[in-house]
T-cell receptor
Framework: DIQMTQSPSAMSASVGDRVTITCRASQDINIFLGWFQQEPGKVPKRLIYAASTLEGGVPSRFSGSGSGTEFTLTISSLQPEDFATYYC?????????FGQGTKVDIK | EVQLVESGGGLVQPGGSLRLSCAAFGFTFSTFEMTWVRQAPGKGLEWVSYISPNGDIMHYANFVRGRFTVSRDNTQNELYLQMNSLRAEDTAVYHCVKGSWVDFFGQGTLVTVSS
């Protein structure tokens, strides 16, 4: 199975901060990576697929980049509603695998 | 509007069985791949299973292979997950998900495995 490793596991940030979360795959997954946001008590929501394609309705402050084994989710200016847990998922092969999650909370 | 409504969760003893259902609305169910994803209390997301649009191809996570079976009824727009030989570590909210790229999550149904 492909292992997905996110870093950091948790971070504290302030409104307006630029936030970067990294996801590393244990083998080449091309651009087949998605990013998900899960607010406390809510269902996960996809933000990005194919590494950099923004889901419809997702604010443009979110962006994704990377290919191969290293990927990045960037929030250009953190907003109050962005405090949540973020997950990456490889959709290159089966079984699919998620990263362990990155919790972004308020500094 | 896409809706996925799961049912069938509950309390079951270790070694027991449970069948989850997911009713799909708002899209042409028979043309879409479907997925199950679970989340144990306070833990991260785990991909569980996949089924092709016509139900002829399935994939499973190693930790459920041989115990869980995914199926679908395209005439009823329903997805199923038959779970046998349940273990305490299978306790989780099980989400029905549209797409093999995990496009959209249902609200989920809680499965609790405990004696």
């Amino acid at each position: 199975d492909i292992q997905m490793t996110q870093s950091p596991s948790a971070m504290s940030a302030s409104v307006g901060d630029r936030v970067t979360i990294t996801c590393r795959a244990s083998q080449d997954i091309n651009i087949f990576l998605g990013w998900f946001q899960q607010e406390p008590g809510k269902v996960p929501k996809r933000l990005i697929y194919a590494a950099s394609t923004l889901e419809g309705g997702v604010p443009s402050r979110f962006s994704g980049s990377g290919s191969g084994t290293e990927f990045t989710l960037t929030i250009s200016s953190l907003q109050p509603e962005d405090f949540a847990t973020y997950y990456c998922l490889q959709h290159y092969t089966y079984p699919r695998t998620f990263g362990q999650g990155t919790k972004v909370d308020i500094k | 509007e896409v809706q996925l409504v799961e049912s069938g969760g509950g309390l079951v003893q270790p070694g027991g069985s449970l069948r989850l259902s997911c009713a799909a609305f708002g899209f042409t169910f028979s043309t879409f791949e479907m997925t199950w994803v679970r989340q144990a209390p306070g833990k991260g997301l785990e991909w569980v299973s996949y089924i092709s649009p016509n139900g002829d191809i399935m994939h499973y996570a190693n930790f459920v292979r041989g115990r869980f079976t995914v199926s679908r009824d395209n005439t009823q727009n329903e997805l199923y997950l038959q779970m046998n030989s349940l273990r305490a570590e299978d306790t989780a909210v099980y989400h029905c998900v549209k797409g093999s790229w995990v496009d959209f999550f249902g609200q989920g149904t809680l499965v609790t495995v405990s004696s």
